[in-house]
């Protein structure tokens, strides 16, 4: 008997639990209006490394140990790690996390890698698997700039629909038993790709891409978004997130007052010129754990949708002139 | 209950079934010893694309589709696909399967990738996610050498330490229900780093990887090298694969005559000029689409350990003087 609904939507029986939750950033972002909900903020972006990319290695490396630290285990308690960065070959995690000794699944989902490795955990333990695993994923402004767009010392100018990479690392540890706030189902996204070109307009990219996970995962569980305390995408910022609204009226589901875009929440838009707003898979993973899981805990919010939204492009493909594919993985969240 | 045993090692109840597979190759692979395994050999390494990042995106969807075709199975009929390959951000799986519909999950894990996305697509299956998936990858020998040494038409010349990245893509259909190879048991590694700096030898990198998660594998189920018909890296090559019989024998264990690599198997190593032998995420996957699986089917190998040995650097961590990190995944394949 397989455990889904509809033609997408995995439905956990044993709801598997968000056990600790860590979130690591950068000055920035400190410096937001999510700044004092942080576990830790950097002074500056780089962590006390020789290289941004080593930056990010010791950011994640921090992000998994406060998560280990606050759900109280060590390592060895850990049956999988499922992490991925924006980095080539993922070396953000490679490198942040070869100590831990923890048997470790490499993913790239770009910013949707954190809703993808907190699936993945979840099955992993809902299928009896594993007892403990941990979901984490990170990005570096300064690291993801000079790969995927110009070197630092440029300057270069950006159009207002681009977006800013965030500097965070996001941690969750996902445990079969305890307390914590649970994940009740999954919607795995498929690749989707409109025909948008401009990689300044990422937003654009993945609004189709959110919207056709969001309306699956509504059809599959006959819920609508008035169902919902926070329906939260990461991250289409301002201009996907206007997008998000519209193909969601033309299929006849209004998100109003409950909706909200990691990558809108994290930076005061007008103060701190990051354009459309953040991105990154640091993004979506800070937000949620610094910010949403909290607010869950603290019962301000009962069922969350989470949906991280990843654009699958690189350098090389849009020089050769090519469109940007797409994907959104939905998590819903409960403390019911 | 956890579906564990031992330490590190996943035990199936009902196994998971390979129900299709497929090998899609260029023409040096085609002209290799295997030549007449595979599935489809193109004349030419562009097919028919007009970049070879392209030509990679065409080769992996090929393999799908003939991969579903010999499942007899539609798109729809999948609920899963795992996927990676080589290229940054992944885009050779990313814009390859874009067409498909079918619900994504993007990996990275270096030439471990044929492995990592066998053992989930075996977890989403046994945990009841899913009644079937696809585990697929792809390396382009030509995007592959612009992406991580040097343009092509520079000719620079190679140590014999060095691999020679196979053109291919290897893909299987992983069923809950159905005939064929079945999958026993997963040992899914830890980031394991030595030390080694030259990324001309990665098979020295990845070895002590796959030494950890044979002899990790051996503990658990309590077995030893003699009880497989078949243990097969991919991919180690000529210098790796000594020194992993040299590491496993400091542990006890002896690989003899029931020994060999994907990399050493895919090429003539005297006659094609490959130095130490084939890599790349493609490689393993079309030795064990192309070869191994159809000599299982055909009686003439019983129980199979399949291990995927992955080298994570980039080439920005090898500039800033960074070790290798490599991982390995192995997975028991059998008849019985």
Redesign the interface.
Same mark, same amino acid.
């Given at each position: 008997? %397989?455990?889904?609904i509809g033609k997408?939507t995995?439905v956990f029986n044993n709801l598997p639990i968000i056990k600790g939750f860590s979130s690591v950033v950068g000055k920035k972002e400190g410096d937001g209006p999510l700044g004092g909900c942080f576990d830790f903020v950097s002074p500056d972006d780089t962590f006390g490394q020789t290289?941004f990319?080593?930056a990010e290695s010791a950011m994640i490396k921090d992000a998994v140990n406060i998560a280990l630290n606050k759900a109280g285990y060590l390592p060895k308690d850990i049956?999988?790690i499922f992490a991925?960065d %924006?980095?080539?070959?993922?070396?953000g995690s490679?490198?942040g996390?070869?100590e831990?000794?923890?048997?470790?699944?490499? %993913?790239?989902?770009?910013c949707s890698t954190m809703s993808?490795a907190i699936s993945?955990s979840a099955?992993?333990v809902?299928?009896?698997?594993?007892?403990n695993c941990i979901a984490v994923t990170s990005s570096h402004f300064c690291s993801a700039e000079r790969?995927f767009r110009f070197p630092l010392e440029y300057g270069g100018q950006r159009t207002g629909t681009a977006q800013w990479t965030v500097t965070g690392s996001g941690a969750v540890v996902v445990s079969n038993s305890g307390k914590g706030v649970k994940i009740a189902h999954c919607t795995?996204?498929?690749?989707?790709?409109l025909g948008i070109k401009d990689v300044n307009n990422m937003g654009a990219a993945m609004a189709p891409a959110a919207a056709q996970t969001l309306s699956e995962f509504f059809i599959d569980t006959n819920t609508k978004p008035q169902n919902y305390d926070l329906i939260v995408t990461g991250d289409l910022a301002q201009t996907g997130s206007l997008l998000l609204k519209k193909l969601l009226s033309y299929e006849g589901y209004d998100l109003k007052e409950n909706y909200n875009d990691c990558g809108i929440l994290i930076y005061n838009q007008k103060e701190q010129d990051v354009h459309s707003g953040g991105s990154g898979c640091g993004c979506s993973a800070v937000v949620l754990t610094g910010h949403i899981i909290p607010r869950m805990l603290a019962g301000q919010l009962e069922n969350v949708l989470f949906i991280g939204t990843g654009a699958?492009?690189?350098?090389?493909?849009i020089l050769?002139g090519?469109s940007i594919?797409s994907?959104a993985h939905l998590v819903h969240f409960t403390t019911n």
């Open positions: 008997m %397989l455990k889904r997408s995995i290289t990319e080593k049956n999988y991925g %924006l980095l080539n070959q993922c070396i490679n490198y996390l070869r831990l000794g923890i048997q470790f699944f490499g %993913l790239y989902g770009a993808e993945l099955m992993a809902n299928g009896e698997f594993a007892k790969q795995v996204g498929k690749i989707n790709d699958l492009m690189s350098p090389t493909s050769q090519e594919p994907i």
